[in-house]
């Protein structure tokens, strides 16, 4: 947990401030109980709240096993599958010391309390002690973006079977028992958040504890409207303009000479269209050029950063945020003050682990074609189930021969951190190089090849990503 919405940090005094006054919540409330008494004193973020981010994935885990973390809710994620080091949590945790100096030793998510949300069994439910039946994506409204700045709106197609609901739903359910009895101000929390008292996302009737409609559309619209007030002049709180702007002199630097140079926080430059924009074409990629609420009007960028009078250009960009003598340029990167662009240089990493005598052989993981992910869907597919019906590791032939192993035998494969048994094949779906070994993550058979049980979960420093792909192992008959 270190991000707003619109890529903001929740390490950012600024972004806090700004997203406060986008959500009409109290100045500072994102900042929590000033439980070190140093509210105005403090820069460096050391009191409750938002200020300091939450742990990622790979550490919730670790957490988790060790009865540090012990509650857990998750969506739509098959962790029981995809998470590395599945022996870790999944089984009986080695003794270890906590941070309490006592000595522990506990089950992962067998001791933690488990809640999921899904929309078909996985192995990640068999583990839970609560299921949330969630309709699936064709099943209710959303919106959704990708890594090329497109934002869609997929329509509700299906109702959901049975009990099934719409996430949005459940979360708002539990959030409205979670926040009984909470204030913000002299005003009931959920009521400022999600209700008759808030700025602009009145969608739950906090009286009957249901959405104030039954339309779908006019929830989501609801929702994205507050939501583009990040990025759009059109729907941004007076308030938070003033933050973006740094029109109060707060967020900037002041030289030795007493020259202040301003902290615009150019929120525009990622601006999103009204919710109908969206309907109407397949996505929009951002930053949209277009005034108003005439969804019409909007246009997408393809080429950010990019000056020039082809359509799908960011010119509009280019002169709103750079100096004139610039506008004629076919490129400035004008989000950043000396309007040029990053580029993080990093040292070389090794490997956490690398091949010796014990464990000789890199294992590498990842997709194929058929399945994706961890099958929960494909896998119900016969013609997808039927083209790739187990995951199978691919060997080298000189290693295969060497380890006196044949096509179609099974293989018990270890590594310092667990063990799975998996059928050896030279056909060729990979054809890994001498010394590497690569299987499919999908196939959840715990007792069988159920890959993540024995992938290390070491993982980079800075963006948290676990390396599936270096897991020093050996491989002997089963």
């Given amino acids: 947990m270190h991000r707003l919405p619109a890529d903001l940090l929740t390490a950012n ?8 006054a986008c959500w009409g919540l109290p100045n500072m409330f994102l900042d929590g109980p000033n439980t070190d008494q140093s509210a105005t004193t403090d820069p460096a973020g050391l009191d409750d709240g938002l200020k300091l981010a939450g742990m990622h994935t790979t550490a919730i885990f670790r957490n988790l096993s060790k009865g540090v973390i012990k509650f857990l809710w998750s969506a739509h994620n098959n962790w029981a599958v995809s998470m590395p080091n ?7 945790t080695p003794q270890h010391t906590t941070a309490g100096g006592a000595t522990s030793t506990t089950q992962g998510v067998i001791d933690g309390f488990i809640v999921v949300n899904e929309v078909y069994p996985t192995l990640s439910t068999q583990y839970a002690d609560v299921v949330l039946p969630a309709a699936m994506w064709i099943e209710r409204e959303g919106q959704f973006g990708n890594a090329e700045r497109r934002t869609s709106v997929f329509e509700k197609a299906l109702n959901p079977p049975g009990e099934a ?41 906090t009286a009957k504890g249901d959405f104030v409609t039954d339309d779908q559309r006019a929830i989501s619209r609801t929702v994205w409207e507050e939501y583009i007030g990040f990025t759009n002049y059109d729907f941004m709180p007076e308030a938070a303009k003033a933050i973006d702007s740094d029109a109060e002199n707060k967020f900037g630097t002041t030289a030795e000479d007493g020259t202040y140079t301003k902290a615009p926080m150019k929120m525009e430059a990622k601006r999103l269209a009204p919710y109908d924009a969206y309907l109407d074409r397949h996505g929009i990629t951002w930053p949209v ?12 960028t393809k080429w950010r950063f990019s000056n020039g009078s082809v359509d799908g250009m960011d010119s509009d960009g280019v002169k709103q945020y750079s100096p004139a003598e610039r506008h004629g340029d076919d490129v400035v990167f004008y989000k950043t003050p000396a309007l040029k662009p990053k580029v993080v240089f990093r040292p070389y990493e090794p490997p956490a682990e690398e091949p010796d005598s014990e464990y000789p052989y890199f294992f590498c993981t990842g997709r194929l074609l058929e399945h994706w992910h961890t099958g929960s869907m494909t896998r119900r597919v016969p013609e997808l189930n039927n083209a790739l019906p187990e995951a199978l590791l691919d060997v080298n032939p000189a290693d295969l021969s060497a380890l006196g192993l044949k096509d179609g035998d099974m293989a018990k494969v270890t590594s310092r951190h667990g063990s799975f048994t ?22 959840d058979n715990a007792n069988g090849a159920l890959i993540n049980l024995a992938v290390h979960d070491y993982f980079d420093p800075l963006s948290k990503e676990p390396d599936y792909k270096k897991t020093c192992v050996k491989i002997e008959k089963a």
């Fill in 13 to 20: 005094a600024q972004h806090r401030r700004f997203t406060e």
């Fill in 86 to 92: 599945l022996t870790r949590f999944l089984g009986k």
């Fill in 165 to 205: 609901m719409w996430d949005a739903w459940i979360m708002l359910k539990v959030a409205q028992k979670v926040l009984e009895g909470e204030k913000i101000g002299d005003k009931d929390a959920m009521s400022v958040l999600f209700g008759a008292d808030s700025q602009n996302c009145n969608i739950w009737d």
């Fill in 289 to 300: 050029r277009g005034t108003g609420t005439t969804w019409s009007s909007y246009k997408g």
């Fill in 422 to 443: 998996i059928k050896v094949s030279t056909a060729g779906r990979t054809t890994p190089p001498k010394g590497v070994v690569f299987a499919p993550f999908f196939d």
